[in-house]
């Protein structure tokens, strides 16, 4: 999945069907059962994973993010980008 011309719209969806995931502690621990895939999500992407349980847009996430961590908003928008591209390409996401 790479940067669509409309990213900070677009809406964001993890793939719900053969993935499980809990929150412990600071990190999100990820199984996708379809692959046998196991991830470790910490920092800002344990921040935003709830959302994108959920539904949510790049905008949205920076929100969330510059809400927990002292970034600047573009920097936390290009970070949240390679993490969506980076769940694209693990087709994690809808």
Do not use: H
Request: aromatic letters at 6%; a negative charge; glycine letters at 8%.
């Amino acid at each position: 999945m790479n940067a669509q011309p409309n990213l900070r719209s677009a809406p964001f969806l993890l793939r719900n069907a053969g993935i499980t995931w809990r929150a412990l502690d600071d990190e999100i621990v990820v199984l996708d059962l379809e692959t046998s895939l196991y991830l470790k999500v910490k920092g800002a992407g344990a921040v935003v994973w709830p959302l994108l349980a959920g539904g949510t847009t790049l905008e949205a996430m920076v929100a969330a993010v510059l809400e927990v961590y002292d970034i600047d908003a573009e920097i936390a928008g290009r970070e949240l980008t390679g993490f969506l591209d980076d769940l694209g390409e693990r087709k994690l996401l809808r």
